[in-house]
């Protein structure tokens, strides 16, 4: 029997194709379905199936490979758990805790299931291959040596198989390569930027298109950093062209392993596929032939002046003192610089560019300097380093990149860029200039983000105050939200101050549809309600989580004659009067007891046959049970308090005092089961992001407020 195997060409079934390889099901492919369509699989018969896992089971009962499918039935089950599982691998956010779990999984395991190679291990191992260069990178550390064993063995037992697929699919970027989509096939119902047209690269041509995202491994990627990362992944799939991740790793001083690795998770999140990474340092032999180079062609200088003296006189257009040496005085102090020597950390190498030219950045700007601090790449191996004037253009122009984008804080150096260029004889580089991404509240300078890291005024680069892409994704942004975010903005090159409202409203509307509905009061501002008539023993029902949508399944809610209410609800209700309590029916409030003006008890009796269209008041409750959960409700606030620092401000003087509340509360029990990273709504709270899930009773579950784009969090707590 003939079967096609249709998908998109921008997202190729990685595990379905390597499955059918080694199942010995032979397919037909046809990539031509749209963008963001799931594969379908075609049979001669006039029968389709949809679906990846559909699909998977299929070809694990058609396999011509013994127990593909697990020898059992038990097996088979687990088989499905693992199909279920791995697209957590795929998922930026999930991929190292994913890899972690297998890896405690393979510890004395051979196989994913049973003692054979089954379907279940082929999907697991196609997924980790899918990610590139991120699994690559992992693969050849230490960290995960179970799960980098397995992996092994089984590339080693099938690699004819799995060396054919991933060759033909997979590039260092990752699975597939978008066909250049516009912006509105990118984002359905996205609009173009406001002059109704595509934003076009100068001189671009389909095919021929290299950009980079050059990020300095100095810290992790923040929101603005995202902004630079989408629109070059947007050029690249638009002109079908190559993406080059480049670290430029060109300070010591500032740079780990820890940012690298961060930034190519970062990097993962954001759904940004590309071609290779490099380093700077991969290039620093040719960046220093260079410099010795134009120091001998006389367009390159060694300077002594000291650091102030020399700003001054770069202001004031004053020539250096060493401005006219000869070359071998030059050669002289540039291997005194090579040697890391006293004398050669005093002098650093200036470009003899035009010390009277308006543009500040021409009047002879620094090359190189001496450094003595230890690269993370390369250790103590140099003692001199390139600065980024120096070394941008020249990496730019070998890599072969054709379109080098900058965000407009950048313009006035843009001659410089091209001078360098042009100095150094290499072929000219487009520079396309873009507008820096400002948000409301926020420092995005890494220098001083790493001043809240370093006095302990955040947990960590991933702190959810924190504008990273692991802080925001931390705090309950979903990625696909910034990227439209980002994207309807375009590479326009006017200068915007933008709210983090419109952000978090974006945010609301991916995650309202889908996210489970729980219930929670405050801990300390609750007040019993008792029913006179209510149950005699507490009942349960079977709820929807999400009464529009199946998949957010069900939940198991308690029914008692003893319910708690929130103190702010029972101090507006009035004796004699009917109310609704949410998902059971109308009750009659016949009693309000209080001490000294405090509500300290209200007694009832339920009234289901009334009308709940005619009360006012729409309570949420919870039933008083030994299996309430505690909660643990974060609210956070802005790290700063001026909505625009200008830029002779100091950040310092205008610090929040606070910026993280936090309030404990009681949860209805279903939410013991809630998963970190998952987004639940409290009813009449709003929306919050597990950050710590269940582990004992005696440990509160930690809910991070997620902003909706209108209203403050009612979760008000004691600050910090």
């Not at 991933?166 to 990752?174: D, H, I, K, L």
């Not at 070998?398 to 080098?404: D, F, K, M, Q, R």
């Not at 950048?410 to 100095?423: G, S, T």
């Amino acid at each position: 029997m003939e079967v096609k195997l249709a998908f998109p060409q921008d997202s190729p079934p990685l595990s379905i194709i390597s499955a059918a390889k080694i199942a010995g099901v032979s397919l037909t492919i046809d990539p031509t379905l749209a963008s963001g369509s799931v594969p379908t699989l075609h049979f001669s018969s006039g029968d389709f199936i949809h679906g990846v896992n559909t699909i998977l089971r299929y070809i694990a009962r058609a396999a011509s490979v013994s127990n593909f499918y697990g020898q059992d039935a038990i097996q088979a089950a687990n088989v499905d758990q693992w199909l279920e599982y791995a697209p957590l691998i795929l998922s930026g956010s999930e991929f190292e805790a994913a890899c972690s779990f297998i890896d405690g999984y393979l510890a004395s395991r051979t196989f994913l299931v049973g003692y054979g190679l089954s379907i279940a291990d082929i999907v697991v191992w196609s997924n980790l291959t899918g990610t590139g260069q991120r699994w690559e990178s992992l693969r050849k550390s230490k960290k995960y040596q179970s799960l980098v064993r397995w992996f092994n063995s089984v590339a080693a037992d099938y690699a004819g198989a799995l060396d054919e697929v991933t060759s033909a699919y997979v590039g260092r970027r990752g699975i597939g390569k978008s066909p250049a989509p516009s912006l509105k096939e990118k984002m359905p119902g996205l609009k173009e930027n406001t002059s109704g047209h595509q934003i076009d690269l100068p001189g671009a041509k389909v095919g021929e298109v290299c950009v980079r995202f050059a990020p300095e491994p100095s810290g992790y990627l923040h929101i603005g950093h995202a902004k630079a990362a989408l629109l070059n992944k947007y050029f690249a799939e638009r002109y079908n062209g190559r993406l080059i991740v480049r670290f430029d790793d060109t300070n010591p001083s500032k740079e780990s392993n820890e940012f690298v690795e961060n930034v190519l998770k970062d990097i993962e999140t954001l759904g940004v596929k590309y071609d290779v990474v490099t380093y700077t340092s991969d290039y620093f032999p040719k960046l220093m032939e260079m410099a010795e180079s134009l120091i001998k062609q006389g367009k390159a200088y060694v300077d002594d002046t000291p650091k102030e003296q020399m700003r001054s006189e770069r202001m004031d257009g004053v020539e250096s003192k060493c401005r006219n040496s000869t070359v071998e005085e030059n050669l002289s102090l540039w291997n005194e610089m090579v040697n890391g020597t006293k004398r050669g950390t005093q002098c650093c190498v200036r470009g003899k560019l035009d010390m009277q030219d308006p543009n500040k950045s021409l009047r002879d700007p620094v090359y190189y300097r001496c450094n003595p601090d230890p690269h993370h790449r390369v250790g103590s191996k140099y003692k001199v380093y390139p600065t980024y004037d120096f070394a941008c253009p020249f990496v730019d122009a070998l890599e072969g990149v054709t379109h080098a984008l900058r965000s407009s804080e950048y313009h006035d150096r843009n001659a410089q860029y091209y001078r360098v260029l042009q100095d150094m004889g290499l072929r000219r580089v487009e520079i396309y200039e873009f507008s820096r991404l400002n948000m409301v509240y926020t420092v995005l300078s890494k220098r001083k983000l790493l001043w809240f890291v370093q006095n302990k005024k955040v947990e960590d680069w991933t702190d959810a105050r924190f504008p990273t892409v692991q802080g925001i994704v931390r705090r309950g942004l979903k990625i696909e939200a910034l990227i439209q975010f980002i994207l309807e903005q375009g590479a326009s090159k006017n200068l915007n101050l933008m709210e983090w409202d419109k952000l978090w409203t974006i945010n609301k509307k991916i995650v309202d549809p889908v996210c489970g509905r729980h219930t929670a009061v405050l801990k300390d501002r609750c007040v019993l309600l008792t029913l006179t008539n209510g149950p005699d023993e507490p009942f349960v029902r079977i709820l929807p989580r999400h009464k529009k949508y199946e998949g957010a399944g069900k939940k198991a809610t308690t029914f008692a004659n003893r319910i708690w209410l929130e103190y702010a609800d029972a101090s507006v209700i009035s004796v004699g009067e009917e109310v609704t309590l949410m998902d059971w029916g109308n009750a009659i409030i016949r009693e309000v007891k209080t001490d000294n003006g405090t509500i300290t008890q209200l007694v009832g009796e339920l009234h289901l046959e009334g009308s709940v269209k005619m009360t006012k008041l729409k309570l949420t409750w919870l039933s008083d049970i030994e299996d309430l959960v505690s909660l643990s409700l974060v609210d956070f606030d802005y790290l700063i308090n001026k909505k625009k620092l200008e830029e002779d401000e100091n950040f310092l003087d205008n610090l929040n005092p606070c910026t993280r509340r936090e309030a404990l509360a009681l949860g209805d029990p279903n939410i013991r089961n809630v998963k970190q990273g998952e987004v639940i709504q409290l009813e009449r709270k709003g929306y919050y992001r597990c950050d710590v899930p269940f582990v004992r009773s005696s440990k509160p579950i930690v809910l991070f407020s997620i902003p909706d784009g209108r209203q403050k969090s009612t979760s008000i707590g004691s600050g910090a």
